[in-house]
C-alpha cells in the first residue's frame, strides 16, 4: 500500500492544531460580569466541572477562581475525539475598592458559577443633608 506524503499539508496541520489549542485554553474559563442593584454579578462557564474541585480566593482586591475537568477513557474505549478541555484552569479578576469582599457569595448549577460581590455599604450614594 502507497501513502502520499505532503510536508506543506502536513505541516500547517500541525501548526493549525497547536494554534487552535491555544485559542481554545484561553476561552475555557468564559465569564460575564455585570452590576444588578447593588452587587456585581459574575458568571463563569464551568461545564462538566465537580463543584468540590471550584476553589475561590480573594486576596485583598483580587478574586481568584481555580477549578479542574478531569477524564480518562476507560479502558477498552475507542476514543473519536478528545477536544473538551480538561486540566486545571484558573482565572484572576481584579475587584474595584467598592466591593465589600467579607460578604462574597457563590453558587454553582447546571455548568455555571455565579459569583455575587456585593457593593460595600461605603461606596453607595447617600443623603448629604444641608445645614
Given at each position: 500500500?502507497?501513502?502520499r506524503?505532503?510536508?506543506v499539508?502536513?505541516?500547517?496541520?500541525?501548526s493549525?492544531?497547536?494554534?487552535?489549542a491555544?485559542?481554545?485554553?484561553?476561552?475555557?474559563?468564559?465569564?460575564?460580569?455585570?452590576?444588578?442593584?447593588?452587587?456585581?454579578?459574575?458568571?463563569?462557564?464551568?461545564?462538566?466541572?465537580?463543584?468540590?474541585?471550584?476553589?475561590?480566593?480573594?486576596?485583598?482586591?483580587?478574586?481568584?477562581?481555580?477549578?479542574?475537568?478531569?477524564?480518562?477513557?476507560?479502558?477498552?474505549?475507542?476514543v473519536?475525539?478528545?477536544?473538551?478541555?480538561?486540566?486545571?484552569?484558573?482565572?484572576?479578576?481584579?475587584?474595584?475598592?467598592?466591593?465589600?469582599?467579607?460578604?462574597?457569595?457563590a453558587?454553582?448549577?447546571?455548568?455555571?458559577?455565579?459569583?455575587?460581590?456585593?457593593?460595600?455599604?461605603t461606596?453607595?450614594?447617600?443623603k448629604?443633608?444641608?445645614?
Amino acid at each position: 500500500m502507497l501513502t502520499r506524503f505532503d510536508p506543506v499539508a502536513s505541516f500547517d496541520q500541525i501548526s493549525n492544531e497547536l494554534l487552535g489549542a491555544l485559542s481554545r485554553r484561553g476561552s475555557s474559563m468564559p465569564i460575564d460580569a455585570y452590576r444588578h442593584e447593588e452587587q456585581w454579578v459574575v458568571r463563569v462557564d464551568l461545564p462538566g466541572v465537580d463543584a468540590s474541585s471550584i476553589d475561590l480566593t480573594v486576596d485583598r482586591n483580587v478574586l481568584r477562581i481555580e477549578a479542574s475537568r478531569n477524564w480518562q477513557a476507560a479502558e477498552g474505549d475507542l476514543v473519536l475525539a478528545a477536544e473538551r478541555p480538561r486540566g486545571n484552569f484558573s482565572r484572576q479578576l481584579m475587584l474595584s475598592e467598592d466591593i465589600d469582599t467579607g460578604a462574597i457569595n457563590a453558587d454553582y448549577r447546571d455548568g455555571v458559577l455565579t459569583v455575587l460581590l456585593p457593593v460595600a455599604e461605603t461606596a453607595k450614594p447617600r443623603k448629604v443633608t444641608v445645614g
